[in-house]
């Protein structure tokens, strides 16, 4: 059974910077993409970045392009997500999650749908 824990979320004022973290076990696949998704109140669950198993050639939404950095361990089970100059916008739970990439390890899917492995998530909220 996958497991996917998150941390790092947490409370900071606008300009400041977070660094989310997730940790996968119990995963079989042979290789599998990663990426981390945002839900604010009312809001659909939305894509912010995502990683092919490869780590190449990681996939931003515009609204987070320059201010995110997404990197996946060697292991590959683990994710990092460095968020810089945050905004209040930027306010939701974080969720980490997987899908297998049945060899296609250049791909990441963006969109939620594509996922089948969920954390629980962890709150990010940004004070302007």
């Known amino acids: 059974q996958v497991r996917i824990v998150e941390s790092g979320g947490g409370s900071v004022q606008a300009g400041g910077s977070l660094r989310l973290s997730c940790t996968a076990s119990?995963?079989?696949?042979?290789?599998?993409?990663m990426g981390w998704f945002r839900q604010a109140p009312g809001n659909k669950r939305e894509v912010v970045s995502c990683?092919?198993?490869?780590?190449?050639?990681?996939y931003y939404a515009d609204s987070v392009k320059d201010r995110f950095t997404i990197s996946r361990g060697s292991a590959k089970n683990t994710l990092d997500l460095q968020m810089d100059n945050l905004k209040a916008q930027d306010t939701a739970v974080y969720y980490c999650?997987?899908?297998?990439?049945?060899?296609?390890?250049?791909?990441?899917?963006?969109?939620?749908?594509?996922?089948?492995?969920w954390g629980q998530g962890t709150l990010v909220t940004i004070s302007s």
């Open positions: 999650a997987l899908a297998d990439s049945h060899g296609a390890d250049l791909y990441c899917g963006q969109l939620a749908t594509e996922y089948t492995e």
């Open positions: 119990g995963v079989t696949f042979s290789d599998y993409y």
């Open positions: 990683i092919g198993y490869r780590a190449w050639n990681p």
